[in-house]
């Protein structure tokens, strides 16, 4: 009689690996039981990934738990052979505890490239000092963690790409992590404590995305970044206090930004560029800037004098995204003809091919904005209209229908609150 050959046990060492690398760790652990071929392939793979998958457990009990997981980890570390590439820790309802040193500590005698470390309960976890011992690193990604550096510590010289979140980590110390990462890529920053001023030198850097309570932006040798999305959560009481005699936020700020593609202006920061004096246009205008997002006061003068400095230097623009933030103060009168005086500056958006205004009212300075657009946009193919609120609504419509467009093209898109 003959016997069918074994599929799984002849399929190729590199296939069961593909195959494994897609897997939970806890499932990549049952397949053992298919071939001896299988049983022991699962120590060797360089990506160990702990999350909610891993633990069945229902219980409430976080003691249980967390012996749950310990005892997961530590197995795993024990029965491993192969080299750890990425190692990433994150389960919901895991709180930090000194067994992560230990995992650390072991990792750190590793060729680690990726670590993940995501800590969503209670206190920030303190990371230990030989963390910062690990050089092959290329990805260092960090929720609710309390960074302090060593101070014989010189900075990850491989590492490409840093995510940290609900950090806490002094001023210098930032500072220093930032500066001695000379090959850093990709910054990612939110929700921060300890330091209040965002100085960043990175030569390599090409995508910068943060958003937390600063007092100022320093961007120092960043002539290679390209993306970058910015926000600032708290309101500036007294934004004469963060500039310099004559100086001008907006002229610092773009300095050093040359390659600039794509720009999220969110929050309040549109507010700290309008401190101090903001010129017609930058000196230097942001040729590859193609996509521009602001959020915006439109009763402010001082924003919106920054919003068309910003328009009127990036002569390329393909795509603009205005979303209104309501403001308590009313700063009308006087402003509400800015927009309607732009065109005897002869100024047009060339490239502009896809606007979306999103939460304003319908009525004052945000009309005026509208009409402004239209009216200089030649090649303009759909502008998206989202309201606050429904009221005045048909009025709003009948606003839109009745302002002259540049293009013929020009698609009018009304959406409901």
């Known amino acids: 009689m003959d016997v069918e050959p074994d599929m799984i046990s002849n399929l190729p060492g ?22 001896s071929k299988w049983r022991f392939k699962w120590v060797t793979l360089p990506c160990l990934v702990f999350d909610n998958q891993c633990v069945s457990i229902s219980s409430q009990d976080q003691t249980l738990f967390k012996n749950k997981l310990v005892n997961i980890v530590d197995h795993v570390l024990l029965l491993y052979t192969g080299p750890i590439h990425r190692f990433r820790l994150s389960h919901r309802d895991f709180l930090g505890c ?68 609900h950090i806490i980590m002094a001023q210098d110390a930032f500072e220093n992590l930032i500066y001695n990462c000379p090959l850093l890529e990709r910054l990612t920053l939110m929700n921060f404590d300890g330091f209040t001023r965002l100085n960043i030198h990175a030569p390599n850097l090409q995508f910068f995305d943060t958003g937390g309570v600063f007092y100022d932006v320093n961007l120092k040798n960043t002539v290679l970044l390209a993306t970058v999305s910015i926000g600032l959560y708290a309101d500036i009481k007294n934004d004469k206090n963060l500039v310099d005699g004559n100086s001008s936020n907006l002229l610092k700020f773009f300095a050093h930004l040359p390659c600039i593609q794509k720009l999220e202006i969110q929050s309040y920061f549109l507010k700290y560029l309008a401190a101090g004096n903001v010129p017609r246009k930058l000196p230097v205008p942001c040729i590859d800037l193609a996509h521009l997002s602001i959020r915006i006061n439109f009763n402010s003068l001082e924003e919106k004098l920054a919003a068309l400095c910003l328009l009127r230097s990036s002569p390329n623009l393909q795509e603009l995204e205005m979303l209104a933030r309501p403001e308590t103060q009313s700063a009308l009168g006087t402003e509400t003809n800015l927009w309607n ?17 999103t939460g304003i009212p319908g009525v004052g300075p945000q009309l005026d904005f509208i009409n402004f657009l239209l009216a200089n946009s030649p090649v303009l193919e759909k502008m998206t209209v989202k309201p606050a609120s429904g009221e005045g609504g048909w009025e709003l419509v009948k606003e839109l229908l009745r302002f002259r467009r540049a293009s013929v093209r020009a698609e009018i898109v009304y959406l409901g609150p």
């Open 14 to 35: 590199h296939i069961i690996d593909k195959i494994l690398s897609l897997l939970s760790i806890k499932d990549a652990v049952r397949m053992s039981i298919l071939s």
């Open 98 to 165: 000194s067994d992560i040193d230990r995992w650390i500590l072991y990792l750190s005698r590793t060729p680690i490239r990726e670590f993940i470390l995501e800590i969503w309960k209670g206190q920030h976890y303190k990371l230990p000092s030989c963390l910062y011992n690990c050089q092959s690193l290329i990805h260092l990604e960090l929720f609710n963690a309390l960074l302090k550096p060593p101070p014989m510590f010189k900075g990850f010289m491989s590492l490409k790409s840093l995510d940290l979140q």
């Open 341 to 357: 005086e732009e065109p005897r500056w002869n100024f047009s958006f060339a490239h502009l091919r896809v606007v979306k205004i």
